[in-house]
């Protein structure tokens, strides 16, 4: 068996040059926006060859839709404007190293992207693979006048033929396809060779495989449609379906049976009389099951109606959403989402409407907000409640500018460093303090910047205990 070992970066998102050492269980933590799915990210441009239409950028987003492509991660785009971005130019190189847990033989692979600022595509140079082979992440620089950069393709290539020459092997493909097949063929196991349409299918579902729900969860609302279904119900429908097929074959079987005793008898028209006898039985039987199995679908779809009804809060997606029936008294949107579910179970009967922004808002959300606020009146107050963060601030100025497009102001709940307790105030440096004021200037919130800047601390959401009504900040 082949394992990934690790991961050589050069120029791709906010990483100029980084080495991943991948351990049997490996965790990427940080806030959001930090970087996280990058990585997951850039494994799968290696193993795709930078295929664009193969992959599924950011795939763990609350949306399908992303804006991320291999040209931003390439340019290190970190916010929505052309400035927001690390390098004008690069040359990306994304390789991973393989290893055989019994020959402890490496396995290189990787490409080689080129991007630019003033176009909107970027090029794929080159893709490789070298078996008996472990590239470094010296392989992949190179120093000129004192400076260490990414050595250029042409040179990296004849490095990559040279060493080549032990294996004997093709080791630059052009093609996507014929790199991925020859990749599967090299890390394959025992089972014979490789399906490349299933290794496509199985990668891509297995990227937007989440873990953050129950498996209930996951069928009703991710598989199935949004609606709540009563399992039980369901369960003890299908049964029923079962026990009627099971006894219309038995009521067939003892038809066939009559039939064969009537052809005993002489009289031809009491056999017929009997036949219709046996086939009226089978038939009430069926109508019979079948009344019933209609009865208990139209429980359990009442059943399901009536849960759906009663649930504190419920999911649509933002597409779906158009508007509001009624005016609530405010209006709160809450980053976290153990925060969001104990909010709407503790207030349900509170007269007024919490979103859950699912961290980052993604552009279809962002637009069902403006809707939404953008149908209420002004008088109608309108809270952000998230992390006392770099990540928590940047997700409120992008809410407050929907807000203030919408004829709102958007204003803080639970985010004042006096609302944090001690034993949950995490010492942040002053880089992160700085962004933090930034982001709160840019939300409105210029005072509760510096607050927090002199309070040099940060603080998760989930941290905070709730007792009574916040006020706000």
């Not at 003890?236 to 003892?254: G, N, P």
Request: proline share 4%; aromatic share 8%.
């Amino acid at each position: 068996m082949k394992y990934l070992e690790s991961i050589n970066l050069v120029q791709f998102f906010l990483y100029e040059r980084e080495h991943v050492r991948i351990d049997e269980i490996t965790g990427i933590f940080g806030p959001n926006g930090s970087g996280k799915s990058s990585f997951l990210d850039a494994v799968q441009i290696a193993m795709f060859g930078a295929n664009s239409r193969l992959m599924a950028l950011n795939a763990q987003a609350d949306e399908n839709k992303t804006t991320r492509s291999i040209r931003t991660y390439c340019l290190g785009q970190y916010g929505d404007t052309p400035e927001d971005r690390v390098r004008p130019h690069s040359n990306t190189y994304i390789t991973l190293v393989w290893r055989d847990s019994e020959t402890h033989k490496p396995v290189s692979m990787g490409v080689c992207i080129y991007a630019s600022k003033d176009r909107e595509q970027h090029d794929v140079l080159g893709r490789y693979l070298l078996p008996d082979v472990e590239l470094t992440l010296g392989d992949h620089l190179e120093t000129v006048d004192g400076k260490e950069k990414p050595r250029e393709w042409n040179a990296f290539k004849q490095q990559l033929l040279q060493r080549s020459k032990v294996s004997g092997e093709e080791c630059v493909f052009q093609e996507a396809e014929r790199y991925i097949r020859a990749c599967l063929l090299e890390l394959r196991g025992s089972g014979g060779t490789p399906s490349y349409e299933a290794f496509v299918r199985a990668f891509r579902f297995a990227l937007r495989m989440r873990f953050d729900k129950t498996v209930d969860e996951i069928v009703r609302n991710d598989v199935l449609e949004a609606r709540p279904t009563n399992i039980k119900k369901f369960k003890d429908v299908t049964d029923s379906f079962r026990r009627l097929a099971e006894l219309v074959a038995h009521v067939e079987q003892k038809i066939i049976d009559g039939s064969a005793v009537e052809n005993a008898f002489d009289n031809a028209a009491k056999a017929s009389r009997k036949a219709a006898t046996w086939k009226t039985l089978g038939l009430d039987v069926v109508l019979t099951q079948a009344n019933q199995a209609h009865d208990d679908a139209q429980e359990a779809m009442e059943d399901a109606r009536t849960a759906f009804e009663g649930a504190p809060y419920s999911a649509f997606s933002a597409s779906s959403v158009i508007g509001l029936a009624g005016i609530p008294k405010m209006v709160m949107t809450i980053e976290n989402q153990t925060t969001f579910h104990s909010e709407a179970k503790r207030r349900h009967d509170e007269k007024i409407l919490l979103i859950y922004t699912a961290g980052m808002p993604t552009p279809a959300w962002r637009s069902m907000y403006v809707r939404l606020l953008g149908g209420l009146p002004p008088s109608v107050p309108v809270y952000h409640w998230g992390d006392i963060d770099e990540g928590g601030f940047r997700i409120a100025s992008i809410l407050a500018q929907d807000a203030r497009s919408a004829g709102h102001t958007l204003q803080p709940w639970m985010m004042h460093p006096d609302d944090v307790p001690e034993d949950r105030r995490v010492k942040a440096r002053p880089h992160t303090l700085e962004r933090i004021r930034r982001f709160a200037s840019a939300a409105g919130w210029g005072t509760l910047g510096e607050e927090i800047a002199k309070a040099g601390f940060t603080a998760e959401q989930e941290g905070l205990s709730i007792v009574g009504l916040a006020q706000p900040q």
